[in-house]
């Protein structure tokens, strides 16, 4: 079964490492310096340089459809056979999103509320971002489920950087 990896930078090599992936997804602020591990070819790498915000904000990008689309078709490529490590600066909003994002993209059968609360068993902190979670909602036509999905689990608990976990796709 292939999985999903979340992580904060602070532990991006540690988690490779340790769940031997092959691609690694990061969404984090233009600027932030991060070394890519000598495993993952750049290829491998998809980088999307982005603001955790749900409104516009000088200074810093917002989440759009551009950002969404690069996730979805950069997963959709990700062959399973190995581990697939998410991250953002604090595994907590970004990267969650994202991944809830990747699992509804990879199992459009599979139930949003089913996902969610997968991932919330897996990570009380999690607190997806609304904006990304609502732009990937239009795109895959899932008419608001996935947006009723997160919310329905709420915000998590409050920390500074996230514990790494693993949400499976099936």
Not at 98 to 107: D, E, H, K
């Amino acid at each position: 079964m292939s999985t999903l990896h979340v992580c904060p930078l602070s532990r991006l090599a540690s988690t490779v490492a340790l769940t031997g992936a092959s691609h690694i997804v990061t969404l984090i602020n233009m600027g932030t310096p991060v070394e890519r591990p000598a495993s993952i070819p750049v290829s491998r790498h998809l980088f999307i340089g982005v603001s955790d915000i749900t409104e516009p904000l000088e200074g810093h990008v917002l989440p759009g459809e551009e950002h969404v689309t690069r996730l979805l078709d950069f997963v959709h490529g990700w062959e399973r056979e190995k581990p697939l490590v998410v991250h953002c600066y604090a595994g907590i909003s970004r990267s969650t999103a994202a991944a809830f994002i990747t699992a509804c993209a990879l199992s459009p059968t599979r139930d949003e509320q089913a996902i969610a609360e997968t991932l919330r068993r897996a990570s009380p902190t999690a607190t997806p971002n609304p904006r990304l979670v609502a732009t990937a909602d239009a795109l895959l036509g899932r008419d608001g489920r996935m947006v009723a999905a997160i919310a329905s689990i709420g915000r998590g608990a409050e920390a500074f950087e996230g514990e790494p976990f693993m949400l499976p796709l099936a």
